[in-house]
């Protein structure tokens, strides 16, 4: 699953995230079958209108 990009359905948020304080985020995207077989995968937030990122490594889907 290295490099695949997954087509995002759904993003929601609890509050502005603001630096330094804990908010819950979720996020709905399409993934193929295997990826429900386990293993982790990399979640990349970008920044609307902007040049942030923020890089979650350990993702696993339910």
Known sequence: MDGVRLRV????QSG???PGE???LGVE?????EAQLGGT???KLH???????VTVRGVRFP
Not at 9 to 12: D, H, L, P, S
Not at 29 to 33: I, Q
């Open 9 to 12: 359905t759904r993003v929601w």
């Open 41 to 43: 995968f990399l979640l």
């Open 22 to 24: 804990v908010a819950r």
């Open 47 to 53: 920044e609307a209108g902007g040049a942030r990122t």
């Open 16 to 18: 502005p995230l603001v």
């Open 29 to 33: 995207a399409e993934a193929p079958e």
